[in-house]
């Protein structure tokens, strides 16, 4: 008997080991709404990103982890994956190390100007149109310029990913790419249909690269970031925000995109985007208004307000609007409404 309760002692002190050395957790979110556009009918739709993600931990002992992350993407009305041409871990699929040198990763994912550009977004960087992340928040550029047609514009395939230890508030981030071909479309740039610059299934012409700073101090933060994809186009970035009350969440950025080597005219886009959170309760008000501003084109304006109400710590309401001029566009104007709920598990 005394053997049996030593053997369970120890088993269970073995387990114990084993799962504090390694871990895996299954998460995800689900999202759908009500959308109506000014240029569509009534629709299911989503606000943020569908997903359904693996990661987990490794300690290898003596402050080193081994960690991964995969993170499957879907369309929340219909159930299957976000798109045909995208990859099944389109959200992201790394593996690295983690210590006191910082965290290195190989794979896909955000680029680090995309991953810490959000935090100064007021939609926090979620996809909806209601936001600016998709076309002001970056000036209209794409990372992934040679990934396949309807791909991620966002990411890295085939990349190195570090980030730094946290420097009493100071953080670097980086991300490089290699140049290798992902089934791309092709990039007329400053070629013809029949001879585009680069062709479909083709090489960059540069490794594609991505670095940005941040600082967070209290309720004061601020980034400064700098991108070039694989066709050589380049965006900067500058944006910084501060908790003016512990309810007021006041942000500002700036963002400039060249793309001199695709373009013979028309090269420069400048935006800029001024947003606020105000929280109230469980409530949360979300406003912003930006301007892009293509070289020698008509200037894009989009206002935007909504509301969030947090029913637990997982589950919100959403309630968005949004007014989008842009003049060289098919529709000039178009309104966009969107109401739904967004769960995280």
Known sequence: MKKS?????????????????????????????????????????????NTLGFKGTEDLGNGLKALFQLEIRYEPDTGTLESVTRPLFQGQSRVGLQGDFGMVRLGRGLTALQETSTAFEPWRGLPTPVGFQTDL??????????????????????????????????????TIGTKEANSGAPVVGRGSAQFPQYPANFEGSVNPYSISATYKNGPVAAMLATERNAVESRLSMIAASIFATPEL????????????????????????????????????????????????????????????????KRTYLYADASKKKNPAATIPTVNTYALGVNHAF
Do not use: C
């Open 5 to 49: 309760l030593l053997a369970l002692t120890l088993l269970g002190a073995f387990a114990s080991v084993a799962q504090a050395q390694s871990a895996v957790q299954i998460y995800g979110t689900v999202d759908a709404g009500l959308v109506k556009r000014t240029d569509q009918t009534l629709a299911i739709g989503k606000r943020a990103n």
């Open 249 to 312: 969440k006041l942000m500002a950025s700036y963002q400039r995109q060249n793309q001199d080597h695709t373009r013979l005219n028309n090269p420069l886009t400048k935006a800029w985007i001024l947003g606020a959170n105000y929280t109230m309760g469980p409530g949360k008000i979300l406003a912003g208004y930006g301007q892009k501003s293509p070289n020698g084109l008509a200037k894009v304006k989009q206002l935007s307000v909504g509301y969030e109400y947090s029913l637990s």
């Open 137 to 174: 928040q970056i000036a209209g550029y794409t990372s992934d310029a040679l990934g396949p047609q309807g791909n991620s514009t966002n990411r890295f395939s085939n990349a190195l990913f570090y980030n730094s230890p946290d420097f009493a508030g100071f953080q670097v981030n980086t």
